[in-house]
């Protein structure tokens, strides 16, 4: 149990002790030979924070490390499990708001209160969730607990979207989060690998614990994936790269002094990362999956894109999905179909990026032991 200083005064520091069996301590400088700030982080499998007040979700999102218990959320590498607990109107704050969002992208779960009597006569959003529902959670967080099959494996995955200049101050992008690929990057590193990220534009920070290379356009982000390539034994190719790319781009900016009414940019084809790192390896390693987002309308039609783009390009796993039916891109939900070489097709449903992450990596798994 690491209470903060606050904590201690709404429950006594004899109640902590006694309940626990353990000595308990606020701050770093506590039994600092023990190194306590790192090491409860490192040993934990699982970390609660109940309640978790408006200022901890505040602290946990700017990485502020201002006692034990926000040092704990800093090293730690398992899953954390906030449940919050506030007024209507702290909940409701847009940094409040805010705070929740960043936490939820980098994985962090944070539950939604329940709605009921607070503090002093009010109601409303805010109030700590029933105990049975977070313990609940926290079972649900352990059964999925990360697991090691991933362990010793170096995995090179690009994500978001490549941007093309066409001059110093404009490009041509898409609409791609990066949001699937930072699962992705999140789930392969709980489950034990060890990950670079190539990240093209992204909306969504890079998880912990993954180094990080940024790109932008998709001559770059090729040439980190080739790079890559020989130290890897899986490559993943998350990332919307451009298929076209303006043939010249303006040495300065283009002014509309200059250019008038129209200006015309004729597009060049991009060389086709999957395909080349696909004939660039030796044999079948790296194992090298890639993506394929099809306006396809019926799960059918979508099949029958995904396994022609898995022929044509050579990979070893292509993950698919109808980016025309919903909205994809941006979204914090997805559904594809995972296809083999072999014609199995396995359809995930509609669930959270990181179900989606998960149900790869484990296809990456079996890949790998068939092979
Ligand atoms: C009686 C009382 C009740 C409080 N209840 C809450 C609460 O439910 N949620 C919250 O976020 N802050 C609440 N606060 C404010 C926090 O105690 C305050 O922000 C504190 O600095 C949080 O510290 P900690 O996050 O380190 O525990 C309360 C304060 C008082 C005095």
Known sequence: ???????????????????????IATSVWQQSHEVPHVRLGQQ?????????????????????????????LLTARC??????????????????AANVSRLRERGIVVLEPDTGRLTGTDSGPGRLPDPVQIVNAAADLLRRRPSSDLAGL???????????????????????????????????VSRGAEVTLVAAAMDVPAPAGVRVLRVEAAAQLEQAMVDLL????????????????PEQAAPSKVKKEDAGDEVVLRLTQTSDVLARLCRMRAGRRPLIVGFAAETAGSSRELQRLAAAKLARKGCDLLVANDVGA?????????????????????????????????????????GLAGA
Not at 81 to 93: K, N, S, V
Not at 162 to 170: A, G, L
Not at 339 to 354: C, F, I, Q, W
């Open 44 to 72: 934990a499998d699982l970390i609660l924070v109940v309640p978790a007040t408006a200022d901890l979700l505040a602290r946990a999102t700017h990485g502020i490390a201002s006692d034990l218990l926000t040092n704990v």
């Open 326 to 366: 919903d909205a994809v891109f941006g979204s914090q939900e997805n559904a594809v179909m995972i296809l083999a070489p072999d014609g199995s097709t396995v359809e995930v449903p509609r669930s959270g990026k990181d179900a989606i992450a998960d149900a790869i990596w484990d296809h990456v798994v079996l």
């Open 79 to 96: 899953p954390v499990l906030l449940a919050p607990a506030m007024h209507t109107e702290m909940w409701q704050h847009p940094a409040t």
């Open 1 to 23: 149990m690491v209470p903060t200083d606050a904590a201690l005064r709404f429950v006594g520091e004899a109640t902590w002790t006694a309940l626990s069996g353990r000595p």
């Open 230 to 245: 020989p130290v890897s034994e899986v490559i993943v190719m998350a990332a919307a790269v451009a298929d076209y790319r």
């Open 154 to 188: 170096r995995i090179a995955i690009s994500g978001g979207g490549t941007r093309e200049s066409w001059d110093p101050v404009r490009y041509l992008g898409n609409r791609s989060s990066g949001r699937q690929a930072v699962a992705l990057a999140r789930t392969a």
